[in-house]
């Protein structure tokens, strides 16, 4: 199926330790975001790509590592999770940059850090 | 002050209600305009685009821009049930930032 998936779905881990999401999209789009949502927040920016090996800092970007070798997957790295990178964590897409075109979203990694 | 302001409600109307959600901003070189529907435990999906100001509508749906305010509104018309979700909107400028409103989560009650 075309589309954007991201995995897993739900994590939990502890304080200090490394983690990776993973997003993967199948429409060859050149833009790929990562956001996280959280309460009292809304969506927020971490990194984004605009095409492979190409990669730059959003709003939050701090604790967080991306890499795109491949146009089709985009994965965010914890490198030492923090509880306050408990969240909800959002891969989009899109043809353009940020609003030049549709984002479209996957569904969502819930991560919780104990 | 905040670039994007939206009130999180929650909002619960009656179906076939007028439903009105609104979202002021303070960045003036603002010039597109997205509203984005969010479904419980899914990804945002985007709902309508508007360019400048004015109004634009799509079936039940009315985006409309007023850029002497900085005043956003997306209005339903007949809401449905189906129409319960975050809404969320989404100003963005010339330099390529798109800024998300915290969004307005709204019920609508058979």
């Known amino acids: 199926d075309a589309g954007i998936t991201q995995s897993p779905r739900y994590k939990i881990t502890e304080t200090g330790r490394q983690v990776t999401l993973m997003c993967h999209q199948t429409w060859s789009h050149s833009y790929m975001f990562w956001y996280r949502q959280d309460l009292g927040h809304g969506l927020r920016l971490i990194y984004y790509s605009a095409a492979a090996d190409i990669t730059d800092k959003g709003e939050v970007p701090d604790g967080y590592v991306v890499s795109r070798s491949k146009t089709e997957n985009f994965p965010l790295t914890l490198e030492s999770a923090t509880r306050s990178q408990t969240s909800v964590y959002f891969c989009?897409?899109?043809?353009?940059?940020?609003?030049?075109?549709?984002?479209?979203f996957g569904n969502g990694t819930r991560l919780t850090v104990t | 002050q905040k670039e994007v302001e939206q009130d999180p409600g929650p909002l619960s109307v009656p179906e076939g209600a007028i439903v009105s959600l609104n979202c002021t901003y303070s960045?003036?070189?603002?010039?597109?305009f997205m509203w984005y529907r969010q479904y419980s435990r899914k990804g945002p999906e985007l709902l309508m685009y508007?360019?400048?100001?004015g109004n634009k509508e799509d079936g039940r749906f009315t985006a409309q821009v007023d850029k002497s305010s900085k005043y956003i509104s997306l209005f339903i018309r007949d809401s449905q049930p189906s129409d319960s979700a975050t809404y969320l909107c989404?100003?963005?400028?010339?330099?390529?930032?798109?800024?998300f409103g915290k969004g307005t989560k709204l019920t609508v009650n058979p």
């Open positions: 989009a897409s899109s043809v353009r940059g940020q609003g030049e075109s549709p984002l479209h």
């Open positions: 508007t360019y400048s100001s």
């Open positions: 989404a100003p963005r400028g010339g330099s390529e930032k798109l800024v």
């Open positions: 960045n003036s070189a603002f010039q597109y």
